[in-house]
């Protein structure tokens, strides 16, 4: 009789701990995380020996202001990671991936006559610029 009424004790002891759990965290949420407006500077670029060197493309957006929904505990302002993918069709059948935790991406004509290597994509030195997606 001892056994069992132990036993009972314990499994009320336990069913009581159990119920009385509750989740007593606080929720913040975080809102800001829209697309950012990309600016290139330009469209179509050629690609050739005398420019390999310099920089033939660069490409720029704004950093998205976080907000949070505790005014005491503000969203940080730090500049988030960026994956920019260059695809030579517009359905991104195949990309090549760059990651950036700046604001903006300057290609050389040797970094994109390189990324046109990797994406099959020549046709007599010339590339045109179909997407770059944020």
Do not use: H
Not at 105 to 123: C, H, I, R, W
Request: glycine share 4%; with cysteine; aromatic share 8%.
């Amino acid at each position: 009789m001892k056994k069992i009424f132990r036993n009972l004790m314990m499994l009320l002891c336990a069913l009581t701990a159990l119920v009385s759990c509750d989740e007593s965290g606080d929720k913040i949420y975080l809102d800001g995380f829209k697309a950012s407006d990309l600016m290139a500077s330009a469209s179509d670029v050629k690609l050739s020996v005398d420019n390999s060197k310099d920089v033939v493309l660069s490409l720029a957006w704004q950093n998205p202001s976080l907000l949070s929904s505790d005014e005491t505990k503000p969203a940080g302002n730090g500049v988030l990671k960026t994956y920019l993918q260059v695809s030579a069709s517009e359905n991104f059948t195949s990309e090549k991936e760059y990651t950036v935790t700046d604001l903006s991406k300057a290609f050389t004509g040797a970094d994109l006559n390189a990324a046109a290597k990797d994406l099959v994509f020549l046709s007599s030195f010339f590339i045109q610029l179909f997407g770059v997606s944020l």
